[in-house]
């Protein structure tokens, strides 16, 4: 079984900072590619920024300079810095992960978190 949980959204002022952090545990051999993603109400879903096993990092154009995508690969966990934020980046955040197992590739999504930015 592959628990991915994220946490550390909340609600924050227009121009505030926000950390998110995705953990994941579990039965796995190894992760791959890790991301976020986020979704706000009636709009789909959205690539925020990825990052390799290697440290590798893939940001949509629109989130660059003001977020940043880091992992531990020692803790299994994966996050998202936001600095200067906007109501705009009201959502929720959901974070992706390619997992090994054995040998097998899996693509697992958390629960999400909430982030709400007041203006």
């Known amino acids: 079984q592959v628990q991915v949980v994220e946490s550390g959204g909340g609600l924050v002022q227009a121009g505030g900072s926000l950390r998110l952090s995705c953990v994941v545990s579990?039965?796995?051999?190894?992760?791959?590619?890790m991301a976020w993603y986020r979704q706000a109400p009636g709009k789909q879903r959205e690539f925020i920024a990825a990052?390799?096993?290697?440290?590798?990092?893939n940001y949509a154009d629109s989130r660059k300079g003001r977020f940043t995508i880091s992992r531990d690969n020692a803790k299994n966990t994966v996050y998202l810095q936001m600095n200067s934020l906007k109501a705009e980046d009201t959502a929720v955040y959901y974070c992706?992960?390619?997992?090994?197992?054995?040998?097998?590739?899996?693509?697992?999504w958390g629960q999400g978190t909430q982030v709400t930015v007041s203006s």
């Open positions: 579990g039965s796995i051999s190894s992760i791959n590619a």
């Open positions: 992706n992960v390619e997992i090994r197992v054995m040998t097998l590739i899996y693509d697992y």
């Open positions: 990052i390799t096993s290697g440290g590798s990092t």
